[in-house]
């Protein structure tokens, strides 16, 4: 946040600091996104007295006949089984979905804004809680007269960090 550039590129954070545009105490970002942390977030949901139960529901009480209906069930959730077997040997530990998708909140196509929310999505609830609103975890918001494009990697950033943060650490409760 105290830097006039960006580390890795060189780029200024600023509109038209390069072309002598923009000085003193009016700097425009460049861009801007919203991050909101996730911690906190697993955390006040394991506050709930029915939140760690319904968590364990993959592994207690899906059921298991060969028909893919939830995460459990498919290759994908085996595979960081067979890889990870630490982690998948504790029910509790959360299994995470992120996914991003950009909408005109103006409703007008001939606007070109658009703003793009990063949602993480908890896979141990069962099926009909994990795509309740209450469940969606929003991370990320990106808004902008554009999409993010290929630079969706970069508003990504403190997300994966804090994602590698909560896989080495773990997440303590209060």
């Not at 939140?51 to 006949?65: I, S």
């Not at 498919?74 to 992120?98: C, M, Q």
């Not at 990106?142 to 993010?148: T, V």
Request: proline letters at 9%; one cysteine or more; a positive charge.
């Amino acid at each position: 946040k105290n830097e006039n550039s960006c580390k890795k590129c060189g780029a200024s954070r600023w509109k038209g600091v390069a072309q002598g545009l923009n000085s003193g105490n009016s700097k425009i970002p460049a861009k801007v996104m919203r991050y909101f942390p996730l911690t906190p977030r697993l955390q006040r949901m394991f506050m709930c007295k029915d939140f760690p139960t319904q968590m364990v529901w993959h592994a207690v009480e899906r059921n298991n006949d060969g028909k893919l209906r939830h995460p459990a069930d498919g290759e994908a959730w085996k595979t960081l089984d067979a890889e990870y077997p630490d982690f998948s040997s504790d029910n509790r530990n959360v299994r995470l979905g992120i996914t991003a998708d950009g909408f005109n909140p103006f409703r007008t196509m001939s606007s070109t804004h658009s703003t793009w929310p990063i949602v993480v999505v908890n896979y141990n609830l069962p099926p009909w809680l994990n795509m309740k609103p209450e469940n969606l975890i929003l991370s990320t918001l990106i808004p902008g007269p554009n999409d993010p494009g290929n630079n969706i990697d970069v508003y990504m950033q403190p997300l994966v960090e804090e994602l590698k943060e909560l896989w080495n650490a773990g997440v303590e409760t209060y």
